[in-house]
Structures are given as structure tokens and as C-alpha cells.
């Protein structure tokens, strides 16, 4: 019974999963469609001739850069969307609106995981010579606490 609940929480998670990455592709695609459309429209307006013709093709592109930003705002606050489970650090929030590549934000924090795993784990092998050397130090000048010692001692070394 236990497995059967197992596959359906499985299951359930999976689908979950599918539907969030189905919504991000599509919140994806929006996005890129307003930014080309935004690019577009930045050129209209740079080569804007004065015509009849080019003003209601700019009214028209910004018509439907607004209705697509709508469309967009409306899925992101949907209650029933997957995307409200997605949580984005704000640091990465801050870091874009500074203009910066949140690929580097990335970058830069798994490096800094990185050097603080090494500084901990150099923490740790030196605490374990430390412990060594006490014991053996202590064995040495206390034999009758040499049972006791390596009692801490293995009770004080990873499995």
C-alpha cells in the first residue's frame, strides 16, 4: 500500500513538474516575442519616416506589445498556475535589474560555495590531526585512559 502511495505521489510530482516546465516555456516564448517586438519597435521609431503608414504600424506593434504584456501578467497571477511555486532569490531580481547576466550571479555563488566547502573542509582535516595527536599524546603519558580515548575517537570519526 505504502509503494502504491509512493508511484502516486510520484506521479503526481512528475505531472507537476511537466506543467511547470510547460508554463516556462511558454512564459519563455512571451517574454522573447515582447522583447523582439520591444527591438522592432525601437527601429521603427529610430527610422520613423512621418507617414500615415509607419504611424499606425508603430500604434499597431505597441498595441500588441501592451497585449502581451497583459496576457503575461495575467498567467503570472494566476492562483492556479505552477509558476506561483517558483521562488527567484532576489539577489537574481536585483542582479538583472542591474543589467548583469544572472548566468554570472550563478557562477559567482558556486564558486563561493566552493571555496567556503574547501576552507570547511580544511577545518575539518585539521581538527581530526588535532583530535589524533591529543589521543595519542594522551595514550602515550596516560596508558590507563587509552581505552577511553579511543572510545572519542571512534566515536568522533565519520562514518
Known amino acids: 500500500m505504502d509503494n502504491t502511495q509512493t508511484n502516486r505521489s510520484t506521479t503526481s510530482q512528475d505531472v507537476d513538474l511537466n506543467k511547470l516546465r510547460e508554463e516556462l516555456n511558454q512564459s519563455e516564448q512571451q517574454v522573447t516575442s515582447i522583447i523582439e517586438s520591444f527591438i522592432e519597435l525601437g527601429v521603427s521609431i529610430y527610422d520613423y ?8 504600424g508603430m500604434i499597431t506593434n505597441l498595441k500588441r506589445n501592451v ?3 497583459y496576457k503575461l501578467n495575467q498567467v503570472s497571477n494566476d492562483p492556479n498556475s505552477t509558476l506561483q511555486h517558483v521562488n527567484i532569490p532576489f539577489e537574481v531580481v536585483q542582479y538583472i535589474e542591474d543589467g548583469r547576466n ?7 555563488f558556486v564558486e563561493a560555495i566552493r571555496r567556503s566547502n574547501q576552507y570547511q573542509r580544511a577545518k575539518m582535516h585539521g581538527l581530526k590531526q588535532l583530535r589524533n595527536s591529543l589521543a595519542e599524546k594522551i595514550s602515550e603519558e596516560f596508558p590507563d585512559l587509552e581505552p577511553a580515548v579511543q572510545d572519542i575517537v571512534k566515536r568522533t570519526t565519520p562514518q
Open 49 to 56: 519616416p512621418g507617414t500615415p503608414e509607419a504611424t499606425q
Open 67 to 69: 497585449d502581451r504584456l
Open 102 to 108: 544572472p548566468d554570472i550571479y550563478t557562477r559567482e
